[in-house]
């Protein structure tokens, strides 16, 4: 089936220390969207790529990176993860000519000690 | 500038019928969109809305009005596992159109 994929599910880091989050797809979308959610609170775009172009959120932190090295795949790199990091990173996936709406996976739950 | 806004927290019996109510302000408008979210899960969509009116989905309705901003997501037949968070989210149709704007969510708990 064809699906949006996120490694791992759980990930616990400590302060400080440089974390990446994965995703994967398998439905050929062109625009891959990291997003973060704390609790009770809506999704909040990270950034996003439409294809090779990257578009940054004018409030995404300088200590949150991305890399879409191809089509399929899309990474979220947190350099120096702060207590207040700590969050579900939620990777979504869209075909632009479609109009359809996102596609979500699994969710990464991110714990900083 | 941009706003979307639906209630915090909702509760209704298992059996009965629910609304939620989703009102919107954008500039342009491209879509209204309902996903369902489980508690530490992923969103998953649940319906879609460009076009005023409404759209039936088995237990799942969702009605429009661009002129109004406001759309409603109507579930019939409550089941406990309808228990979740209520996302609406409107994409616009400016530049950057495929993107979403998403509300905080309803929280639904359905009681026995």
């Not at chain 1, 578009?55 to 879409?68: G, H, K, L």
């Amino acid at each position: 089936d064809a699906m949006v994929i996120q490694n791992p599910r759980y990930q616990v880091t400590q302060f400080g220390k440089p974390v990446t989050l994965s995703c994967s797809q398998t439905l050929n979308h062109n625009v891959m969207y990291w997003y973060q959610q704390k609790s009770s609170q809506a999704p909040k775009l990270l950034f996003h790529y439409y294809d090779k172009d990257f578009n940054n959120e004018a409030d995404t932190p300088d200590n949150f990176q991305s890399r879409r090295p191809n089509t399929s795949f899309c990474f979220l790199d947190i350099r120096s993860p702060g207590l207040g990091d700590a969050a579900m990173y939620l990777c979504a996936t869209s075909r632009v000519e479609t109009g359809g709406g996102q596609f979500f996976g699994p969710g990464t739950r991110l714990t900083v000690l | 500038g941009q706003n979307i806004d639906q209630p915090t927290e909702m509760t209704a019996t298992e059996g009965a019928i629910v609304q939620i109510n989703c009102t919107y302000q954008t500039s342009g408008f491209n879509g209204l969109f309902w996903y369902q979210q489980h508690a530490g899960e992923a969103p998953t969509f649940l319906s879609y809305n460009v076009l005023d009116g409404l759209e039936e989905k088995g237990r799942f309705s969702s009605f429009l009005s661009r002129s109004k901003g406001y759309s409603y997501l109507l579930l019939k037949e409550l089941q406990m596992k309808d228990s979740a968070s209520y996302l609406c989210a409107f994409r616009d149709s400016g530049a950057g159109s495929y993107q979403l704007t998403f509300g905080k969510g309803t929280k639904l708990s359905v009681i026995p």
